[in-house]
């Protein structure tokens, strides 16, 4: 019996790959004209991110670059979760006492 040949691997498809700029424009953190006058708003965001969250980026000759899936998933994990509030709940303020109103004489 012939041994069963085993299926031919796809080829690894190239994908866009975005400067930090770049990214921040793809997610609308800011626009092309703000980019194209040397923004750099959401940019920190990014680049925080990525080095305090582990979100997914790749480091191409000492740069930081995003592909198109890695933007898909960073705004997916940026989502806001549906009303769910963390920690304790706040305590409302006290009225301040009736002296603190009145006018002084």
């Known amino acids: 019996m012939a041994a069963p040949k085993a299926s031919p691997r796809p080829k690894p498809a190239l994908e866009?790959?975005?400067?930090?700029?770049?990214?921040?424009?793809?997610?609308?953190?800011?626009?092309?004209?703000?980019?194209?006058?040397g923004s750099t708003k959401g940019e920190r965001w990014l680049r925080d991110g990525v080095n305090l969250k582990g979100w997914?980026?790749?480091?191409?000759?000492?740069?930081?670059?995003?592909?198109?899936?890695?933007l898909a998933e960073i705004a997916a994990m940026s989502r806001n979760a549906p009303d769910k509030r963390a920690g304790r709940p706040r305590?409302?303020?006290?009225?301040?006492?009736?002296?603190v109103l009145a006018p002084a004489a």
């Open 91 to 99: 305590r409302r303020r006290k009225a301040p006492a009736a002296s």
């Open 56 to 70: 997914p980026c790749h480091r191409m000759s000492g740069q930081l670059r995003f592909s198109d899936t890695d």
């Open 16 to 37: 866009n790959y975005h400067t930090v700029g770049q990214a921040a424009v793809r997610l609308n953190l800011k626009t092309q004209k703000e980019h194209d006058a």
